[in-house]
């Protein structure tokens, strides 16, 4: 990246993000320069740098200083075609002048040619120059004042050829050259001046596109406008295009034309108008384009044209221009004037039905910053202004009973009926839609009872009216209802699941993916699909929600996709990078939501991965205080307390958990999976109260393995060999572990496989085979090893070695 004190904020921003990503950028190697001569000491580079240093971002400095005298001496005789002996004389005087400057130093030896001080002679057969003559006053002091006196030699056209080329930056394509020439009489020659200029070697031409061979001569050409007439050339520029291209598509000319344009303000009121309508469109089409920065700057632009009653006199611009602004500014993180924006829009506008934009997006903007209840609540009041009436809650007989109704259609429809569904065609229908589907979303954290009760309605919706993207998201919510402990029916949910991902390509809205990805994968299809098939999916929808803007929905789908690999024992390692990353997003967006849940992720992977003794949670008696994360906090009290050998206390979370279960939920199913396990560690203490535990773990996860047996199997005859050994069946159980050892190896379940190998270990220690004992210890080593647990690596280690020595 050349050149880059030539960018705007925008571009270092990008390239800000690009250094700073949380993966380090560490696939990335990128290389700039900047001239520290062209530059304040408070220009934005500077921060950017400083900014670099403080993220640890790996940074190497090289200041490149001029030439010294034997490299000019060597570059000068190249040139000349002379022994360096004989052009130092030549060479020490150009460096004086020119500092060492590659490009100044080429442009000094032409201009010396140019004016003859620097000839060929036939006579001597080589270049010669009288030292005498030539004094550093006839050399100019920089390489654009050099240029330019050189620019000025040229004809009138060909001077006027680089002024307009210099306005475009340091590119200019066909198309706009053909415009201009059509477009007056005096541009009428433009493409042949600007092919002198590049036999002059001022331009290059590549295709149908000139551009300068370097920025100083484009900065150069620039130099030739004078300064105070620069803005009238480029607004007389950006009109002519603009007139010329009248009723032609404009779409590959319109920036350009409005960066052109936008240097002056017409005082005509009717020009101001069509040139507001140029930024709005140029604004609208940035805006498509995901470019949130342009569409900003193009919007405030055409604010700056309308008059002060705009909302009088041109209503539907105005509110065409607002909304533009408000979805850039929301977008790019800009809330204040987004509110601003949006504030507009509700207050002038004339109905409601033109108001919905401004509702949704500031509904949106809310839920974004994961205000929740202001979403929620702002998103009812719309609902009822619409004529839908909204309980202010439901008892779960209802629901249950509205599902039971609903799933009677849905279970009679085949895929072809589904593929079938038509689309919705009534305005007013999918601005419903649209705002079910976000109260929807926001009821979820802040009342879930009616979360159900929307998801419902969107369904309902859906079939009376048709389909739309909305509806998709609603449907996959319905589906997680029906797979939940409510009706427990995960293969009809599964079923609306995969038809409602079909549906959803009809679309192709890249917008509803995250949500679709992270409720699908992350509570329908894992109690089917392999953990780590979900983790993957899971991990897409982050990566979508990022590239579409929507870091809440990529969050989640982040936290989803962290968890979902914890438990299917991804790398530790791996896990705690991912993990840091998104808890660096989590801060720099501001999203405390998001943070609650993985603050909690974060520091189990980090307390497994690490060498360090456990310590026990600080909020684990509070975890009840909590409800909305309470699960999620007894879940990885579990998780650390099993783990780290705390087995009592493992068994007080899970029969915390155990007292309502959702088994619904794989937090739940995990929790008492690891709740089980510590009883019989207890038990052989003679604490055998708790055992009804273990006995509920085996009927639970024995129906989870119907479902996927994946995911479970290895979990049930791990179970089932504990049983036998505490109950001294001994071969049942070897029987029973090596079971469990080959299910957790077939599912790539590293941890589980060295909890089984190390469980099998201890029984066979308990029978007097100490050999085999050790060599199954090996084994849970290599795996704990594998998964990246240092914890478990050096307990294994210590009771290898105990053992061991009593052996030996």
């Keep these: 990246l050349a050149d880059i004190h030539w960018s705007d904020s925008a571009s270092l921003d990008v390239l800000h993000s690009i250094l700073t990503d949380i993966k380090g950028a560490s696939c990335i190697y990128i290389i700039s320069s900047y001239r520290n001569n062209e530059v304040s000491k408070d220009h934005a580079i500077f921060s950017l740098i400083n900014d670099l240093k403080a993220r640890n971002v790996p940074l190497t400095t090289l200041h490149l ?29 150009v460096l004086r002048k020119t500092k060492g400057n590659p490009l100044f130093i080429q442009e000094c030896l032409r201009s010396l040619v140019d004016r003859g001080s620097l000839r060929y002679s036939f006579r001597e057969r080589r270049w010669v120059w009288d030292n005498d003559t030539i004094s550093p006053e006839d050399i100019a002091d920089n390489v654009c004042e050099l240029l330019s006196t050189k620019m000025t030699a040229l004809s009138e056209n060909t001077q006027l050829a680089l002024k307009v080329a210099s306005c475009f930056g340091t590119t200019l394509n066909s198309t706009i050259v053909k415009t201009l020439m059509s477009a007056s009489a005096s541009f009428s020659s433009l493409q042949n001046e600007l092919e002198k200029a590049v036999d002059d070697n001022f331009m290059l031409k590549d295709g149908s596109t000139y551009r300068f061979i370097h920025d100083k001569v484009r900065e150069a050409a620039y ?126 506008g004339k109905s409601l039905t033109d108001k919905l934009d401004g509702h949704y997006l500031k509904i949106t903007m809310l839920a974004n910053r994961q205000q929740f209840k202001l979403a929620y609540d702002a998103g009812v009041e719309v609902l009822r202004q619409l004529g839908e009436t909204i309980p202010v809650t439901v008892n779960p007989e209802s629901i249950a009973n509205t599902v039971k109704t609903m799933q009677a259609k849905l279970d009679g429809m085949s895929e072809r009926d589904w593929m079938g569904f038509k689309n919705i065609e009534s305005s007013f229908n999918h601005s419903l839609m649209q705002f079910y589907n976000q109260v929807e979303n926001s009821s979820y954290f802040v009342n879930f009872p009616m979360f159900k009760w929307f998801s419902c309605r969107i369904v309902q919706l859906s079939l009376e009216h048709g389909f739309c993207k909305y509806s998709a998201v609603g449907m996959i919510q319905y589906a997680t209802i029906l797979a939940g402990q409510l009706i427990n029916d995960v293969q009809g949910a599964y079923k609306i699941g995969k038809m409602v991902l079909k549906l959803s390509e009809r679309f192709d809205a890249m917008d509803i993916m995250p949500y679709i990805y992270m409720t699908y994968y992350g509570y329908i299809a894992v109690h089917i699909e392999p953990f780590q098939s979900c983790a993957d999916m899971l991990k897409r929808g982050f990566e979508i929600g990022l590239s579409t803007g929507d870091v809440s929905s990529a969050l989640f789908n982040g936290i989803h996709y962290i968890q979902k690999s914890l ?5 530790l390692s791996v896990l705690k990078k991912e993990c840091d990353y998104q808890m660096r997003l989590v801060e720099a967006h501001s999203l405390p939501v998001a943070k609650m849940y993985m603050s909690p992720l974060q520091e189990t992977i980090a307390l497994l991965s690490a060498r360090e003794g456990y310590s026990d949670l600080t909020r684990s008696d509070d975890v009840s205080k909590v409800t909305e994360f309470s699960e999620s906090l007894t879940f990885h009290g579990v998780i650390q307390t099993f783990w780290f050998g705390h087995y009592d206390r493992c068994i007080f979370y899970a029969e915390k958990s155990s007292a309502s279960p959702d088994m619904s939920q794989l937090k739940s199913i995990m929790t008492l999976f690891y709740g089980a396990l510590s009883c019989f560690h207890c038990s052989k203490r003679g604490q055998k109260k708790h055992m009804h535990l273990a006995s509920q773990a085996v009927n639970v996860i024995r129906e989870k393995a119907k479902e996927s047996s994946w995911n479970y199997q290895n979990k049930i005859h791990l179970l089932q060999a504990q049983f036998f050994s505490a109950n001294g069946e ?79």
């Design 730 to 808: 001994r071969d049942n159980a070897k029987a029973s572990f090596e079971a469990a050892i080959t299910a957790a190896r077939k599912s790539k379940f590293p941890h589980e496989e060295g909890l089984a190998c190390e469980y099998s270990a201890l029984h066979c220690i308990k029978n007097g085979e100490n050999k085999d004992g050790l060599e199954l210890l090996e084994k849970a080593k290599d795996c704990y090893k594998k998964w990246g647990s240092q914890v478990k690596v050096d307990a294994i280690t210590k009771r290898i070695e105990k053992i061991a020595a009593k052996v030996g």
């Design 567 to 571: 438990v299917s024992g991804a790398n």
């Design 65 to 93: 200083d001029g030439m010294e005298i034997d490299d000019v001496n060597q570059l000068v005789s190249d040139a000349l075609g002379l022994f360096p002996r004989i052009c130092k004389p030549l060479s020490q005087l």
């Design 223 to 348: 130099g030739l406008i004078r300064k105070e007439e620069r803005n009238q050339f480029h607004h007389r520029i950006g009109t002519l295009l603009y007139n010329t291209a009248q009723g032609q598509d404009i779409d590959d000319m319109i920036y350009f034309i409005a960066d052109q344009i936008n240097h002056g303000t017409p005082e005509n009121p009717k020009q101001r108008i069509d040139i507001a309508e140029l930024n709005y469109k140029a604004a609208s089409n940035a805006m498509r384009n995901s470019n949130f920065a342009a569409a900003y700057f193009y919007s405030n632009a055409a604010i700056k044209l309308l008059p002060q009653n705009h909302w009088d006199l041109y209503y539907d611009l105005s509110k065409g221009i607002f909304l533009v602004l408000g979805n850039a500014a929301v977008a790019d993180g800009r809330y204040k004037e987004a509110t601003h924006a949006l504030d507009q829009i509700l207050t002038h």
